[in-house]
């Protein structure tokens, strides 16, 4: 069974830093391009970051890019999102996924149940 599990949310302070965890279950890991998400209160998923495992590359969405950063450990079967300069408007539940290439929800087929991370001004 695979699974997926968010780890290190919370309650934090504009301006500090988090770091998210997500272990996971799937055998071939290190071939599974991985992503974080996000669901902001009343507003749609959105991406946020992905690891691509064949070209070794990171994508970012552009309201994070150069605060967060996306890492997988493929011998612990981790993926971690780095958080920086946290803002209000980061506030969300925070997913991680596992699946095919892309930013889309669409290209990924395993999913975590969410980490809360709330951001106070």
């Known amino acids: 069974q695979v699974y997926l599990v968010e780890s290190g949310g919370g309650l934090v302070q504009a301006g500090t830093s988090l770091r998210l965890s997500c272990a996971a279950s799937?055998?071939?890991?290190?071939?599974?391009?991985l992503g974080w998400f996000r669901r902001a209160p009343g507003k749609e998923r959105e991406f946020v970051a992905a690891?691509?495992?064949?070209?070794?590359?990171?994508d970012y969405a552009d309201s994070v890019k150069g605060r967060f950063s996306i890492s997988r450990d493929n011998d612990k079967k981790m993926v971690y999102l780095e958080m920086s300069s946290l803002k209000p408007e980061d506030t969300a539940v925070y997913y991680c996924?596992?699946?095919?290439?892309?930013?889309?929800?669409?290209?990924?087929?395993?999913w975590g149940q969410g980490t809360q991370v709330t951001v106070s001004a």
């Open positions: 996924a596992a699946g095919a290439y892309g930013t889309s929800e669409r290209d990924y087929n395993y």
């Open positions: 690891s691509y495992w064949v070209e070794g590359t990171t």
């Open positions: 799937l055998e071939t890991f290190s071939h599974y391009n």
